[in-house]
């Protein structure tokens, strides 16, 4: 059974920056596609950013250039680096994974749903 646990949201004054982190349970991280999602209040939910296992991504249009997603083999851990935040980014953030590829899905701005989903953790960027 895979398990995600995000940590690091919280709040931050818009244009700053914010890192988010996913601890996975097993030895995924290397091996399967990777990203992150977010749901706004009355919002559906939308791909972020992924990484697949060779390290490919892909970026929602409202993010590139601001996040970087990015992993750690050997932590078990993904990371989302957000930077020039704006008040549209607050919502809660989730990790997730997928033995199949979706991170151009997220690029295309396509739905899916990972097969592993974390908890999520709140992200909030006051103006």
């Known amino acids: 059974e895979v398990q995600l646990v995000e940590s690091g949201g919280g709040s931050v004054q818009a244009g700053g920056s914010l890192r988010v982190s996913c601890v996975a349970s097993s030895n995924i991280v290397r091996r399967y596609c990777m990203g992150w999602f977010r749901q706004a209040p009355g919002k559906e939910r939308e791909g972020v950013a992924a990484?697949?296992?060779?390290?490919?991504?892909g970026y929602a249009n409202s993010v590139k250039g601001r996040f970087t997603v990015s992993r750690d083999n050997d932590k078990n851990t993904l990371y989302l680096q957000m930077s020039d935040m704006k008040p549209e980014d607050s919502a809660i953030y989730y990790c997730?994974?997928?033995?199949?590829?979706?991170?151009?899905?997220?690029?295309?701005?396509?739905?899916?749903?990972?097969?592993?989903w974390g908890q999520g953790t709140q992200v909030t960027v006051y103006s």
């Open positions: 990484i697949d296992y060779d390290g490919t991504t």
């Open positions: 997730a994974a997928d033995p199949q590829p979706f991170h151009l899905r997220v690029e295309d701005g396509r739905k899916w749903s990972p097969t592993d």
